[in-house]
């Protein structure tokens, strides 16, 4: 299993990033997926989530109406747009594989995103 996330970098508020996690080794369409981030001295918090098909998306009340999660299971990618950051976006950004009965939960390496002036 492999989730190889990419995208982060260095933005102004009120610009936007797309993040991208490309996953291989396992059979991307059996699993719902999430984005996640943790900014220094804080806890890692969900930020979005998205089913198996791509049918159902899930946000944080903090990120909703700014953050899209989509997918596409021909490519084994799921993307984070993410639009209007401020600095309280600021974290390193993780793709993370849901558990299920087909297999265990999992984690990429994490992408630093920093919104700053």
């Known amino acids: 299993v492999q989730l190889v996330e990419s995208g982060g970098g260095l933005v102004q508020p009120g610009g936007s990033l797309r993040l991208s996690c490309a996953a291989s080794?396992?059979?991307?369409?059996?699993?719902?997926m999430r984005w996640y981030r943790q900014a220094p001295g804080l806890e890692r918090e969900l930020v979005a989530g998205i089913s198996n098909t791509g049918s159902i998306t899930n946000y944080a009340d903090s990120v909703k109406g700014r953050f899209t999660i989509s997918r596409d299971n021909a490519k084994n990618t799921v993307y984070l747009q993410m639009n209007s950051l401020n600095p309280e976006d600021t974290a390193v950004y993780y793709c993370h594989r849901v558990g299920n009965g087909f297999g265990q939960a999992s984690w990429g390496q994490g992408t630093q995103v920093t919104v700053s002036s």
């Open positions: 080794g396992f059979t991307f369409s059996w699993y719902a």
